[in-house]
């Protein structure tokens, strides 16, 4: 067997850091000293652990010096020490850089009250960036207990995994004033990715006790925020709080470790990290106002917080063997996010929206592009590409479709069983369907799941009559034809005369026998599947026949696969407007939200007078219904349906282009207290037909906004105003240093959305393509660019698919290869369209 250049050997197996972090905040350097304790198996000759972009000083085994090297490229430090079987202490000092590119232990800034520059060092270590921050075994199952000390000044407020145990003072040599040295608790065996040490002017809020089942301690939950903020806290607070009970219940097991501290950085390249007992998020992802914020916004937060708790059993107690299995560390924790946050706010109807999620990762999944949901993974820079929607929003959606087949109780046993079995220790993903079985053993979960895996895309299901006998046969989607043979295990729910029926389809076809030749049948009933269906005439007219019989979700997905039809070539784009606007009397938001997905789409293939024709249709489409539900909020409004309201009055003043709604959005605007949905949907309407005084005052509201949500609403909306010379006001202060690079790629992915110059935001980005992939963090990139498949004139096809055959995104290979040939697709949608839809709408 060759040894792997990214695999560390696993003879020398660490099971305990003792590490002090001495940071300078100022200089943005630190120090660092590491007792690793080891258990050596056999003989070696020398000892191999991780390290990079650090100084090291000097190396001690076993109380002895050492020659050492470090080998860059490999990220390796190499101890020229044999050691013999049996228990090694290595002892290393070293310092390093706090770096500004959001990774290892890197340095976040904030402007504080008086105007001056503050420094916080904190951490990121996932996925192999715990090395940059101490030298370390630096893969997932080389779990071990971290014994943590941070000397930092003495007004500064430190956090780490553990909760703080013991302060002493800490002399400074050259100094008169001291430091003070701040002991964590020993943490439980754990991945260094997992790590987080978090140094700075910062404050806490008061603990929240959750009670800790199965007795013992209560769980004492903090929000750690910047100095001005603990009134943004208490949102997140009852989030957490409501999760950490609620997983506890759920997973059958108390919460693993003693504290949970939040922390709201003004730097984070990711949305969050479960760093165990130390979570780390984006500030608007964690402090919110209720009383402004929209329902979306706090829904987000909601996911978030719900989604890294749901990590703490799931990822942080049991972690995958090695990369490879991110996926089902994400997928887990999306599928968790929303079952958490249906708990939480049932009226939020989570299970539903998430309809959205699953139509993103269709959109991915429907394209040759795509990619199977687990791949083998060499180098750790392999599974960089796994943090896309094929992992978080397709494999989510599995893990629901899983949880449907079999009943959620059933489910939820074989997951309270895969934890309880594999507690601190490491898996691979067949460990949870071998759990799954054992707990379920009728169920074939592996294999159903391995055909979803293991396979790319997914299946349109078509369904015929023949006699009394309903034929189900299935073929991988795609936009164009296709003749791909793959055949997936289709757990498929049948609504068959309102009563329901699970089958499997697990070959290319299925005969189910109907009660009678006339009988009405929804096949994926309840929207749970990961699959599109097709209908045959006769089943078709007998559901249009009673659409309002139909879930919300069945109506949300006859809309969005009628849109994906238009796109696919196999329904015209006049078809699909005739189609929604049989929903005009619909008043449920997922439906809507689909609509609009749609009309967005039909909007962008016109020009001119068929431009003006379609905003007509549009604008007849959504009057009534905002009419029906009034443009003031009523007393009794529930969350949804202020939500859509506010979906309604964007919709109708931006694609509808409705002259008097927009008037009606300056005077929201001009309120001192309106409604937060009307406020955030008034912000883009305004900004999309606004003046230079317009601009100027947005601008003015993103430096002063008393919130992350509304700081972000006005910064956002920027890249929405109507006249060029605004658009490159925008992109240049995206790159201008004043807008966090956290942010600037998200601000250059609207302005490349921007219906009226895209092509001018892509054409800048080109131009400063070097200085944004230097400045921004790299995960960043291919989103900033993700709009790019909306520019279909066919020189910007050109232009773009030649600029990236020439400058690849290698941390995000595969995503790049999905945006082009989307864009290809789009530009055919584009062709197609180009003379019948304008001449249906004369
Ligand atoms: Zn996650």
């Not at 069983?417 to 707990?439: F, K, Q």
């Not at 003749?483 to 290319?508: M, S």
């Amino acid at each position: 067997m060759t040894e792997s250049p990214y695999r560390l050997p696993r003879v020398v197996l660490p099971h305990r850091y003792t590490l002090a972090l001495e940071p300078d905040l100022a200089n943005a350097t630190f120090v660092g000293h590491v007792v690793i304790d080891a258990t050596v198996g056999a003989r070696v000759e020398r000892i191999v652990l991780n390290a990079i972009e650090l100084g090291v000083h000097s190396v001690r085994v076993d109380g002895e010096s050492a020659n050492f090297s470090l080998d860059e490229t490999t990220e390796r430090l190499i101890i020229e020490q044999g050691a013999t079987e049996g228990p090694l202490a290595i002892e290393i000092s070293f310092s390093g850089t706090l770096n500004d590119k959001l990774r290892g232990w890197y340095r976040s800034t904030f402007t504080d009250v008086d105007g001056n520059e503050q420094v916080i060092a904190t951490s990121q270590m996932q996925a192999t960036d715990c090395r940059r921050a101490f030298p370390c075994f630096d893969e997932p199952d080389f779990k071990a207990v971290f014994d943590i000390t941070l000397i930092v000044e003495t007004h500064h407020f430190a956090v780490s995994n553990g909760p703080e145990v013991e302060r002493t003072e800490h002399a400074v040599e050259g100094r008169t004033d001291p430091k003070v040295a701040v002991r964590f608790a020993p943490t439980m065996p754990m991945s260094t990715y997992l790590v987080a040490v978090v140094v700075g002017p910062l404050e806490a809020t008061e603990p929240v006790m959750v009670p800790r089942m199965e007795g013992g301690d209560p769980i004492a939950l903090r929000i750690v925020h910047l100095p001005g903020k603990g009134h943004l806290t208490d949102f997140g607070l009852d989030v957490g709080a409501f999760a950490l009970a609620w997983y506890q219940e759920y997973y059958g097991l108390p919460y693993p470790t003693e504290k949970c501290d939040m922390i709201a950085l003004p730097d984070f390249a990711a949305g969050a990290m479960e760093n165990l007992g130390c979570i780390t998020y984006r500030e608007n992802l964690l402090l919110a106002d209720p009383a402004s914020a929209t329902q979306q916004e706090l829904q987000t937060l909601a996911d978030v917080v719900t989604h890294e708790l749901a990590h703490m059993w799931f990822g942080d107690l049991v972690t995958m063997k090695w990369w490879n299995g991110i996926w089902l560390n994400e997928a887990f924790a999306t599928f968790m996010e929303i079952a958490c946050c249906d708990a939480y706010r049932p009226d939020w109807k989570r299970w539903t929206t998430f309809s959205l999620e699953r139509s993103v990762a269709f959109e991915v999944d429907s394209l040759a592009s795509t990619r199977s949901i687990e791949f083998p993974v060499e180098a750790p820079a392999d599974c960089d590409g796994m943090f896309d929607v094929l992992t978080y929003q397709k494999g989510g959606s599995l893990l629901r479709m899983l949880e449907q087949y079999l009943g959620e109780d059933e489910f939820r046993r074989g997951v309270s069983h895969y934890l309880s079995s594999h507690e601190y220790a490491n898996t691979e993903t067949s460990d949870l369907w071998d759990a799954i079985e054992e707990t379920n053993p009728s169920t074939p979960a592996r294999q159903l799941m391995d055909s979803w895996i293991w396979q790319s895309g997914y299946p349109l299901v078509s369904a015929r009559l023949d006699g009394a006998t309903l034929v189900l046969t299935q073929q991988r989607f795609a936009y164009g034809d296709t003749d791909d043979a793959t055949v997936f295990v289709v757990p498929v729910h049948l609504n068959i005369d309102g009563v329901e029926n699970k089958v499997l389809l697990d070959g290319p076809e299925l005969r189910v026998t109907l009660p009678s030749a006339d009988s009405s049948v929804v096949v994926n009933a309840g929207g749970h599947g990961f699959m599109r269906v097709a209908y045959d005439n006769a089943l078709r007219s007998r559901l249009e026949g009673r659409l309002t019989d139909l879930t919300i979700i069945d109506r949300y997905n006859l809309v969005d696969d009628a849109w994906n039809e238009v796109v696919a070539g196999r329904l015209a784009a006049a078809e699909f407007l005739t189609f929604v606007e049989s929903f005009t009397a619909d008043r449920d938001l997922a439906v809507w939200q689909a609509i609009t997905i749609g009309l967005r789409g039909v909007g962008r293939l016109v020009q001119g007078d068929a431009l003006t024709a379609f905003q007509g249709r549009v604008a007849a489409l959504v009057a009534p219904a905002l009419a029906d539900l009034g443009w003031e909020p009523a007393a009794d409004d529930d969350d949804l349906r202020a939500k859509l309201r506010g979906l309604l009055v964007g919709t109708l003043a931006v694609v509808g282009n409705d002259t008097e709604a927009q008037t009606r959005c300056r005077a929201i605007m001009a309120q001192a207290e309106a409604d937060p949905e009307l406020v955030a949907a008034a912000t883009n309407a305004v900004a999309a037909v606004g003046t230079d005084a317009d601009y100027d005052h947005y601008l003015a509201n993103f430096h002063t906004s008393a919130t992350p949500q509304e700081q972000l609403r006005f910064l956002y909306a920027l890249a929405e105003f109507p006249e060029e010379a605004q658009i490159r006001r925008t992109i240049d202060l995206a790159f201008s240093g004043n807008v966090k690079t956290q942010n600037a790629p998200f601000l250059l992915n609207r302005c490349i959305a921007n219906r009226w110059h895209g092509e001018t935001a892509w054409s800048s980005v080109r131009l400063n393509w070097q200085l944004a992939n230097d400045r921004f963090p790299n995960n960043t990139i291919v989103r900033m660019i993700d709009p790019v498949k909306l520019l279909t004139r066919p020189e910007a096809v050109a232009d773009v698919q030649s600029f990236f055959a020439e400058h690849p995104i290698p941390q995000a290979a595969k995503t790049l290869d999905q945006i082009l040939e989307r864009q290809r697709v789009n530009a055919a949608l584009q062709a197609r369209e180009a003379d019948r839809l304008p001449s249906a709408l004369a």
